[in-house]
């Protein structure tokens, strides 16, 4: 059984950058040929893919937040990690890490973390 672990704060400042991560237990993040995502949902709003980084350590983005977040990974932790600068309130959202069994581009997801609340405010 797969499972994700979202960390990181519950508030950030606006201007700062957020730092998340996903600890994965029960399977490797270098298993063939899965992709690890960060998606979120913002106060009433749909879900949003921010960026994936797949098993071979390639990366992929979601455009309208190309510009503003990075991903990265320790293997050695089984972890992912997100960093979105110049965070405002806009941002203000659940984050999730999830699991996709086929193209990062897909949106089909078949393991979740539970999601991690942030809050962007002074």
């Known amino acids: 059984q797969v499972q994700l672990q979202e960390s990181g704060p519950g508030l950030v400042k606006p201007s700062q950058t957020l730092s998340l991560t996903c600890t994965v237990s029960?399977?490797?993040?270098?298993?063939?040929?899965?992709?690890w995502s960060w998606i979120r949902q913002p106060p009433g709003k749909g879900l949003e893919w921010i960026r994936a980084i797949g098993y071979s350590g390639s990366t992929h983005y979601s455009p309208s937040l190309k510009s503003r977040t990075s991903i990265f990974r320790d293997t050695s932790k089984n972890q992912f990690t997100l960093q979105l600068s110049s965070v405002t309130p806009e941002d203000t959202a659940v984050y999730y890490c999830?699991?996709?069994?086929?193209?990062?581009?897909?949106?089909?997801?078949?393991?979740w973390g539970q999601g991690t609340q942030v809050t962007v405010s002074s």
């Open positions: 999830a699991r996709s069994p086929s193209s990062p581009y897909s949106r089909e997801y078949d393991y």
């Open positions: 029960g399977g490797s993040i270098t298993t063939n040929y899965y992709y």
